[in-house]
């Protein structure tokens, strides 16, 4: 059975279409993104709303919902101490329920696509599934020999490998679920380490989603210990001969931005967590003249605090602004862009992202009766500068609708919240 809405305006990647009317055939796919027309019959009237694409989370952790507000005025390296220490107490059911937390806020803001990387495992990428969304899903290691999350997992780094790639096996072909390797970073993973990743990823076609370039203190630990810089460092052991999607990018050089184009490598542009932990701007500017595959993502909330991309559409664009003296290097419909088709492509969800025929149907409902609306500049205008995620309404994701007038359809929202509270009184006792 096809669904049509109708809403006031829709954005299009040939721009605001309005009125609106989309229909989603039985498979999920859109079938017709255009003006309304007539004998059309209407399965949602969303008269009032705006239609765009959903947002895609180009890199998260979303368990770690948990550690809201944690280590909150602390440089880089402190806060990774005091997130790496709630971890050692983290149990399975702890990552359930972050996780959960996580998808609901996501879902409630508009988001639709994330790509994560923290403990995963079948049990929590069936969660994913059954709540509606799609996630690029990276089962997290440092080293080889140690164990990422002790009270969750017994598994080695080296094995947490295999069980990305027997993960990725049993997903095959799963439009919702996809896998990649999830080496946190270049300076706590040995070199051997990152070569055999690329070599395996080179072998199954499985990306790699790593943080690379975060903060200064990352640049010089890396400068001392093997004479490169971050990214060059990788560039040397071939990694990039693999597909990669590097999360941050802050402090990339010349060469180093012109080795991502080269070579096809994906940065995620992270400006809140980058801002807040201290870290810096990334050149995001240089990236785009580059011809860099990006996206635009919040990191976990321990270092955001939300998972709104609305606030990262808004920073995104303003932030290299005033960081350049000049209103013309960013646009807002460049970011949003990134947030949406060229996101879903950069996380390997090609067939999201934009509403026109043939894509499957990710789709957000904003309310356009909010006073922030009123009046309102162009859809682009309003969806960069003005809006937030309070405005979505409803979300749907390969024509399911996951998210009604405000209401979960797929996640017991009060149940979740309680269990957060639970255990995060029992994980955090002090706060
Ligand atoms: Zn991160």
Redesign the pocket.
């Given at each position: 059975m096809t669904t049509i809405v109708r809403a006031d305006t829709m954005l299009t990647p040939a721009g605001e279409v309005s009125p609106a009317e989309l229909e989603i055939d039985d498979a999920g796919r859109i079938s017709y993104a255009g003006t309304p027309r007539s004998g059309s019959i209407v399965t949602h009237d969303l008269t009032g709303h705006a239609l765009m694409p959903g947002l895609v989370n180009g890199?998260?952790?979303g368990a770690m919902t948990l550690q809201r507000g944690i280590s909150d005025d602390e440089g880089f390296m402190p806060w990774l101490a005091a997130v790496q220490e709630v971890e050692q107490g983290l149990t399975r059911d702890d990552i359930v329920v972050g996780l959960e937390v996580a998808m609901l806020e996501m879902i409630e803001t508009g988001t639709t696509t994330f790509a994560d990387?923290y403990h995963w495992d079948a049990g929590l990428l069936e969660l994913v599934r059954d709540a509606g969304m799609r996630v690029l899903a990276a089962p997290a290691m440092s080293t080889a020999d140690s164990v990422a999350f002790p009270g969750v997992s017994p598994l080695t780094g080296a094995e947490v490998l295999d069980e990305t790639e027997a993960l990725a096996a049993r997903f095959a072909g799963d439009a919702q679920i996809k896998l990649a390797y999830g080496p946190h970073a270049p300076y706590t993973c040995p070199p051997e380490l990152l070569q055999d990743i690329a070599a395996r990823s080179k072998r199954s076609g499985i990306p790699i989603h790593i943080?690379v370039s975060?903060s200064r203190a990352e640049v010089a630990q890396m400068t001392e210990q093997y004479g490169r810089t971050p990214a060059a460092h990788l560039d040397s052991l071939g990694f990039f001969e693999a597909r990669v999607l590097a999360?941050?990018c802050v402090h990339l050089t010349d060469d180093e931005i012109e080795v991502f184009a080269r070579t096809g490598t994906g940065a995620s542009h992270?400006p809140v967590?980058n801002l807040k932990l201290g870290c810096g701007v990334a050149r995001l500017p240089e990236m785009l003249d580059a011809g860099i595959a990006l996206t635009i993502?919040t990191?976990?909330v321990a270092?955001n605090n939300s998972l709104d991309l609305f606030e990262e559409l808004k920073l995104a664009t303003i932030l290299h602004r005033g960081m350049r003296h000049d209103a013309s290097v960013v646009s807002a419909a460049q970011v949003l862009d990134l947030a949406t088709r060229q996101g879903a492509a950069t996380v390997g969800f090609p067939e999201t992202g934009s509403l026109e025929f043939g894509k499957l149907a990710d789709v957000i409902a904003l309310d356009l009766g909010r006073t922030s609306a009123t009046p309102r500049g162009s859809l682009a205008s309003h969806l960069t500068f003005s809006a937030t995620g309070a405005d979505v309404r409803h979300v749907f994701i390969g024509g399911q609708h996951v998210y009604a007038d405000g209401e979960h359809l797929t996640l017991d929202a009060p149940a979740i919240r309680e269990r957060a509270h639970a255990a995060s009184a029992r994980l955090r006792p002090q706060t």
């Open positions: 890199h998260t952790h990387m943080h975060e999360a941050h992270n967590s993502g990191d976990s270092s």
